[in-house]
C-alpha cells in the first residue's frame, strides 16, 4: 500500500481469536452498552421531566449524559458487529468518521467538565450570586461552547491524520480509530504535526484539569468553613461524584495519547483504551445518582412510571 488513497479499509485488534472468547466479549460489551444506554437514558428523562432538577447542575449533567451515550456508541457498537461476524474490518470512512465522532464526544465532554466544576465553584463559593451568574443564557451559553470545542478539536485532528499517506498497513493495534495507533501507519514526517497538535491539546486538556483542581480547592476550603455538619455533607455529596469522575476520565485519557512509546504494548494500549472510552460512560450514571438524593428520587418516579404505564 503506497499511500492512503490506496487504502479501503483498516484492520482492528481483534478482543479474542477462538469463536468463544469472541462471543464472549460481544456478550460483555453488550451488556455494558445496555446498562450505559440505560443509565444515561434515565438520567436524561428524569432531569427532562421534573421540574426539581430544572437547574443548572442538573442542565450540565443531561448534557453529560447525552454526551457520554455518543462517546460510548461512536466504539462499542462496531467492535460488538466484528466480535459476532468474526471479522476485524473498518472501512477506510468509517475509520474516518469514527475517529470525528469519537474525538467529538471526548473534547465535549472535557469541556463541560470543566464547566461543572465552575458550576459547583460558584454555587459552593460564591452562593449570593449564583443565580446571577449561573443564569439559563449563561448556561446554555456554556453548554453550546462545550459541545462546539469537541466539534472544532475532533475537525482539526481528524482532517490533519486523515490528510497524510499511511503506507505501513492497515493494522490497527486498538478496537476501534485511536490516532496515536493510525499515526503508526504513517510513513512521512507530517506525522509529527499531528504529534504537535496531540501535544497542545493535551496541554489545554491539562489546563483544564488544572482549572478544576484549583476550583475544588477552593470548594473544599469553603466546605470546611460551613458550620453544620449537614451543610458539609450536602455539598461533599455534589462535589465529590464529580471529581471521581474527572480524575478517571482525564487521567486514563492523558496517559493513553502522551504515554512513552516504552510503555506502550496492545494489552496495556487496550487496558487503557476501555478505562477511557467505555467505562466512564457506564459507570457515570452510577455515581452521580449513588449519593445525590434528589436524583434518586427522580429516577424512582421514572422507573414507577415506566412499569406502571406498561
Known amino acids: 500500500m503506497s499511500n492512503s488513497s490506496s487504502l479501503n479499509e483498516f484492520l482492528l ?54 454526551l457520554d451515550l455518543g462517546f460510548i456508541s ?6 460488538m458487529a466484528n466480535s459476532l461476524r468474526d471479522t476485524r474490518t473498518i472501512s477506510y470512512s468509517g475509520c474516518a468518521a469514527q475517529v470525528f465522532l469519537f474525538l467529538f464526544f471526548l473534547g465535549g465532554e472535557l469541556c463541560l467538565l470543566t464547566v461543572m466544576a465552575y458550576d459547583r465553584y460558584v454555587a459552593i463559593c460564591r452562593p449570593l450570586h449564583y443565580g446571577t451568574i449561573m443564569g439559563s443564557r449563561a448556561c446554555v451559553k456554556m453548554a453550546a461552547a462545550a459541545w462546539a470545542s469537541g466539534f472544532l478539536n ?11 499517506p499511511l503506507c505501513k498497513g492497515n493494522v490497527v493495534d486498538q478496537f476501534f480509530c485511536e490516532i496515536p495507533q493510525i499515526l503508526k ?63 478517571l476520565f482525564i487521567s486514563t485519557v ?42 434518586k428520587d427522580a429516577l424512582r418516579k421514572v422507573i414507577s412510571w415506566t412499569f406502571f404505564s406498561s
Open 154 to 164: 475532533a475537525l482539526i485532528h481528524t482532517a490533519h491524520t486523515f490528510s497524510m
Open 74 to 79: 461512536s466504539t462499542v457498537p462496531k467492535s
Open 185 to 247: 501507519l504513517s510513513c512521512s514526517d507530517s506525522y509529527l504535526r499531528e504529534v504537535g497538535l496531540i501535544v497542545v491539546g493535551a496541554c489545554l486538556d491539562f489546563g483544564c484539569f488544572v482549572f478544576i483542581v484549583l476550583s475544588y480547592v477552593q470548594i473544599f476550603s469553603a466546605v470546611l468553613r460551613i458550620p453544620s455538619e449537614q451543610g458539609r455533607h450536602k455539598a461533599f455529596s455534589m462535589c465529590l461524584p464529580h471529581l471521581a469522575v474527572v480524575s
Open 13 to 66: 485488534l481483534p478482543f479474542a481469536d477462538t469463536r468463544e472468547l469472541q462471543l464472549l466479549h460481544f456478550l460483555l460489551f453488550l451488556g455494558i452498552y445496555l446498562a450505559a444506554l440505560m443509565g444515561n437514558g434515565l438520567i436524561i428523562t428524569a432531569v427532562a421531566c421534573d421540574h426539581h432538577l430544572h437547574t443548572p447542575m442538573y442542565f450540565f449533567l443531561l448534557n453529560l449524559s447525552l
Open 254 to 295: 492523558l496517559f493513553a495519547y502522551l504515554k512513552p512509546p516504552s510503555l506502550s504494548s496492545p494489552a496495556l494500549d487496550l487496558v487503557v483504551a476501555v478505562l477511557y472510552s467505555v467505562v466512564p460512560p457506564t459507570v457515570n450514571p452510577l455515581i452521580y445518582s449513588m449519593r445525590n438524593k434528589e436524583l
